[in-house]
């Protein structure tokens, strides 16, 4: 008995998983853009200033320039 109850159980959760992939399926298509991807008139790229942050972080957990690092081990 409880053998068929797993195969229940498992046939079960593979109907679900098939409906949840169909419904995000039909969803995607409903809210895709009708532009996508790279193309003139975007926007340009901002200046994250990478640098920067890499330098506060070794700055703090390190310590740069004969400075002790602001947190301890």
């Known amino acids: 008995m409880y053998d068929d109850l797993d195969v229940c159980v ?3 959760y593979r109907a679900g998983l098939r409906i949840r ?4 399926t039909v969803r ?3 809210e895709k853009l ?10 340009p790229n ?3 200033n990478l640098d920067l942050g890499a330098h506060s972080i070794m700055r703090d957990y390190f310590g740069v320039g004969g ?3 602001v ?3």
């Open 28 to 30: 995607r298509r409903v």
């Open 67 to 69: 400075e002790p690092p």
């Open 21 to 24: 992939r169909a419904l995000l």
């Open 10 to 12: 498992v046939l079960g």
């Open 46 to 48: 901002r200046d994250r």
């Open 71 to 73: 947190y301890s081990e």
């Open 34 to 43: 009708p532009f996508g991807g790279s193309g003139s008139g975007g926007r």
